[in-house]
T-cell receptor, first 113, second 117 residues
Framework: AQSVSQHNHHVILSEAASLELGCNYSYGGTVNLFWYVQYPGQHLQLLLKYFSGDPLVKGIKGFEAEFIKSKFSFNLRKPSVQWSDTAEYFCAVYPGSARQLTFGSGTQLTVLP | DTGVSQNPRHKITKRGQNVTFRCDPISEHNRLYWYRQTLGQGPEFLTYFQNEAQLEKSRLLSDRFSAERPKGSFSTLEIQRTEQGDSAMYLC???????????????FGQGTRLTVV
């Protein structure tokens, strides 16, 4: 079965530190990739998406992600985090022709002021 | 607010009771999804509608679960004879068809948190 792995369950950083959250998927065909963020008490919101083209994708709030097909990875990065980035981050994949998203288990990011 | 709307936001029910949740998708979106999320996990797919047709159901959707989207607009998810294991956040999402019917990103509602006591 297709799966999405987020190996970091909880990441704690100080403000201004750089962030990289890992995401790996297990599907060899065409994929569409997403990062969603869930701020405390709010709904899931799209940070960025990859469908095709440039594998370096820029999203909202200074986030970016790089699709590396050979590594089956779509890691999320931000050069300098802020306290307001404290949230849970989910990687998600449309594998192949699937109609539904498959999500990772999420990474809780805590940014200390 | 033109986002995905879900009601109620919270539901506490006794084991064995039936519950029904409602989802109003973004108006121009013809695709609607239900997911379930438990603590420490990402959302898990339950079922998918395109217009009024239910095109896919997860094996997670037992016989006690039923979903409808009668006019291709709002959707309901009913759980009969609730069990404690049904306690979770139930999320609804919608999306529009991309060019040529391609997939596009899903927009999520705030969810209905179900607690079965």
């Amino acid at each position: 079965a297709q799966s999405v792995s987020q190996h970091n369950h909880h990441v704690i950083l100080s403000e201004a530190a750089s962030l990289e959250l890992g995401c790996n998927y297990s599907y060899g065909g065409t994929v569409n990739l997403f990062w969603y963020v869930q701020y405390p008490g709010q709904h899931l919101q799209l940070l960025l998406k990859y469908f095709s083209g440039d594998p370096l994708v820029k999203g909202i709030k200074g986030f970016e992600a790089e699709f590396i097909k050979s590594k089956f990875s779509f890691n999320l990065r931000k050069p300098s985090v802020q306290w307001s980035d404290t949230a849970e981050y989910f990687c998600a994949v449309y594998p192949g022709s699937a109609r539904q998203l498959t999500f990772g288990s999420g990474t809780q990011l805590t940014v200390l002021p | 607010d033109t986002g995905v709307s879900q009601n109620p936001r919270h539901k506490i029910t006794k084991r064995g009771q039936n519950v029904t949740f409602r989802c109003d998708p973004i108006s121009e979106h013809n695709r609607l999804y239900w997911y379930r999320q438990t603590l420490g996990q990402g959302p898990e797919f339950l079922t998918y509608f395109q217009n009024e047709a239910q095109l896919e159901k997860s094996r997670l959707l037992s016989d006690r679960f039923s979903a409808e989207r009668p006019k291709g607009s709002f959707s309901t998810l009913e759980i009969q004879r609730t069990e404690q294991g049904d306690s979770a956040m139930y999320l609804c999402a919608s999306s529009s068809p991309g060019q040529g019917g391609l997939r596009t990103e899903a927009f999520f509602g705030q969810g209905t948190r179900l607690t079965v006591v």
